[in-house]
């Protein structure tokens, strides 16, 4: 390390590049964790942005810290969330389980800077920026705090805006009758609309159960300090921060009941993202069911059609796949791992602490952006050009033998199976079947065998 300078923390001296803002406890970690490529979330530095923030107010307020030096540690925080620090918040994921070392890049970053501003050393990284916190409620408050900002502003507008789309597409295909599928099988008529609709109402329940589950997220432990006891903090600097979050953030925020509880358990993020699965599910039933009605174009089903994108081979010319489903697809099982990863780590709070929350953040934000982005990139580029294929629509309707169920109410069950036994073994129309069978006569049949009746 050519440019630098000597930082120390309660282990002694060590070097740090000249040209960052972070301190000893910083360049100790990343020393000490090379291990993957995955950087601690924006989302996260800016919550931790958030909150030291928050807590440098609350602690003004209660009269535990002056109010130019409080006033000195918001300053930055702003630049921070500006990013005008990014750069300087280098540290890996697969760090100390607490958070520790990310809370103190925070710290170090604040104080340094804050230094730079005053023109002297006026801002202690543990006495001032982390005054009345630990790492231990300062990074459970900071994912709480970032998964529900991400899951508000990312999340949910671009499920609403995929949801709005396919109710256009419900309504302008409501007329169009088409074969229904069970099984794979061929089962009675519905209206194009109408097979919409359920993957519209899925968006419609997936949002519902989305919102009903971030609940929990407003729960702050901040406060709870190394155990949740709030050893040397104010006893309202728990709810003060969380009002002070809450005027900064724009939404509400709550301090911890009970903040042994707050510290270990990390179960709203796993309901939470239990959600998240859920809408993965359904956006993969729905990319499924596009790229098997769009499949063809003229050996398969090939009833809706879909943008072509791009070209679909590197040896068969002309060929396009169903591309955007297939990456919205990738992105569900993706979270569908997450939710495994985030079970099991929200299971291991041993004590008083829960020490795989790097991870856990990590996991649940990534489910967030990638189903946001994803979702989007659907809608864009796929759901927006999906048109009804109706020459082909209506060829594999009337072909469909499930028709036959329209007879039961007259003439049962068995007879009707019978008709569309034979028409399948013969390769006949269900009419020449029941004809044939003298079940009914043409005038009956016309009069009962109504696709548009059916739906």
């Known amino acids: 390390m050519e440019n630098y ?33 995955h950087k601690m979330p924006g989302e996260i530095i800016g919550s931790f942005a958030i909150l030291k923030k928050a807590a440098a107010m609350a602690n003004a307020q209660l009269g535990m810290i002056d109010r130019d030096l409080a006033d000195l540690i918001a300053r930055v925080c702003d630049e921070v969330l500006a990013g005008k620090l990014n750069g300087n918040f ?34 202690h990284p543990n006495d001032h ?21 991400t899951v508000e502003r990312k999340l949910l507008p671009a499920a609403c805006r995929l949801r709005d789309e396919l109710r256009r597409l419900e309504e302008e295909n409501s007329e169009i009758v088409k074969t229904g599928r069970t099984h794979l099988q061929d089962a009675t008529p519905l209206t194009l609309g ?25 729960e702050l432990a901040l406060g709870g300090t190394a155990v949740g006891t709030g050893l040397n903090a104010h006893e309202d600097f728990g709810r003060v921060s969380a009002e002070m979050i809450t005027k900064l953030t724009g939404t509400n925020f709550r301090t911890a009941e009970n903040k042994f509880h707050s510290l270990t358990s990390k179960d709203a993020l796993v309901f ?49 796949n169903p591309t955007q489903c297939e990456a919205l697809t990738m992105v569900c099982v993706q979270v569908m791992g997450h939710d495994t990863t985030i079970g099991i780590a929200a299971s291991q709070g041993n004590f008083e602490l829960n020490v795989f929350m790097p991870v856990l953040i990590y996991d649940f934000l990534e489910s967030c952006n990638l189903l946001a982005e994803a979702m989007d990139s659907f809608r864009v580029n796929c759901v927006c050009g999906i048109t009804p294929n109706r020459e082909k629509i209506d060829e594999n309707m009337r072909r469909s033998l499930m028709l036959v169920t329209a007879l039961n109410p007259h003439i049962g069950y068995e007879n009707a199976a019978k008709i569309a036994k034979l028409a399948h073994r013969e390769g006949l129309t269900l009419k020449e079947a029941a004809l044939r069978l003298e079940l009914l006569t043409e005038e009956e049949f016309d009069q009962w065998i109504v696709p548009e009746k059916m739906v």
């Open 90 to 123: 280098p540290l890996v994921i697969y760090q100390t389980g607490s958070g520790t070392q990310s809370n103190m890049n925070v710290n170090e970053v604040v104080a340094n800077r804050g230094n730079e501003i005053a023109g002297s050393t006026v801002l």
């Open 5 to 37: 300078r000597i930082e120390h923390d309660t282990m002694g001296e060590v070097k740090v590049p000249a040209d960052r803002y972070w301190g000893a406890q910083t360049q100790r970690s990343l020393q000490n964790f090379r291990i993957g490529t």
């Open 129 to 149: 920026v982390n005054k009345s916190q630990s790492s231990n409620d300062t990074f459970p408050t900071a994912m709480h705090i970032a998964a529900l900002l």
């Open 272 to 320: 939470a993202h239990g959600a998240l699965k859920a809408l993965a599910a359904d956006l993969l039933k729905i990319a499924n069911d596009v790229r098997w009605l769009a499949s063809g174009p003229r050996c398969g089903i090939g009833e809706i059609n879909i943008p072509e994108n791009e070209p679909g081979s590197s040896i068969m010319p002309g060929k396009v």
């Open 194 to 218: 109408q097979e919409i609709s359920g993957w519209r109402s899925m968006l419609d329940h997936d949002i519902h159960m989305v919102e009903q589950s971030t609940d929990g997220l407003r």
